[in-house]
């Protein structure tokens, strides 16, 4: 059973577009939901997180949205540019960043000179 | 932020050998180390949660005789895939977390490659 669900799989973006990947979960006992950016053969780092009691968080040129009701957050990438082309997760977890992060299959984003 | 390290970045070993992966915390002590393994172009799939002190938490389906984890101090957990099969070949991460209080969040190494022939 896959508990976040994340589309789409590949995006691929004109510089300075906005870059918008999706996800949605199925355990409303989540409340915790991370963004993580991966480059080839490296871990993945923390981009920005957000916990239901907001339904934006903004920093810099990435903003999360979560819709609590609908169950669902997406990441938004402003001003795409090369240097933001990687696989992104979006994940969720119970109480923290602490506990056990179920990921999203991952969204492959190219930005495009 | 804080630094996780991975040692060897990559591996190559023959079928039905040992090979032991190390993940360090750098700056600050890790009471919980998680054990992730990820197949290309696939999400991170949690294997063990491993815990200073204590013997690991596996997750469904995963070996804990095939894929053993250590966590003797709270700097580092090694991971040493036994009797390693091409099927094992995958990128293995590890993410560790600092004591509670100290920030929310799990921080992750540079994974290691794993490549058995």
């Known amino acids: 059973q896959q508990q976040v669900k994340q589309s789409p799989q590949s995006l691929i973006v004109q510089k300075g577009g906005i870059s918008i990947i999706n996800c949605a979960y199925e355990?409303?006992?989540?409340?915790?939901f991370p963004w993580y950016q991966q480059f080839p053969g490296k871990g993945p780092a923390l981009l920005i997180a957000i916990r239901p009691d907001v339904s934006e968080k903004k920093e810099g040129r990435f903003t999360i949205s979560f819709n609590k009701s609908a169950k669902q957050f997406s990441l938004h990438i402003m001003d795409s540019q090369p240097g933001d082309s990687a696989t992104y997760f979006c994940?969720?977890?119970?109480?923290?960043?602490?506990?056990?992060?179920?990921f999203g299959k991952g969204t492959m984003l190219l930005v495009s000179p | 932020g804080a630094v996780v390290s991975q040692h060897p970045s990559r591996v190559i070993c023959k079928s039905g050998t040992s090979v032991k992966i190390e993940c360090r915390s750098l700056?600050?002590?890790?009471?919980?180390m998680f054990w992730y393994r990820q197949f290309p172009k696939q999400s991170l799939m949690l294997m063990a949660t491993s815990n200073e002190g204590s013997k690991a938490t596996y997750e469904q389906g995963v070996e804990k005789d095939k894929f053993l984890i250590n966590h003797a101090s709270l700097t580092l957990s090694t991971l040493t895939v036994t009797s390693a099969h091409p099927e094992d070949s995958s990128f293995y991460i590890c993410?560790?977390?600092?004591?509670?209080?100290?920030?929310?969040?799990?921080?992750f190494g540079p994974g290691t490659r794993l490549t058995v022939l």
């Open positions: 994940a969720a977890s119970i109480g923290s960043g602490y506990s056990t992060l179920t």
């Open positions: 355990n409303t006992a989540f409340d915790y």
């Open positions: 993410s560790a977390r600092p004591p509670s209080g100290v920030t929310d969040t799990q921080y």
């Open positions: 700056d600050f002590q890790a009471t919980t």
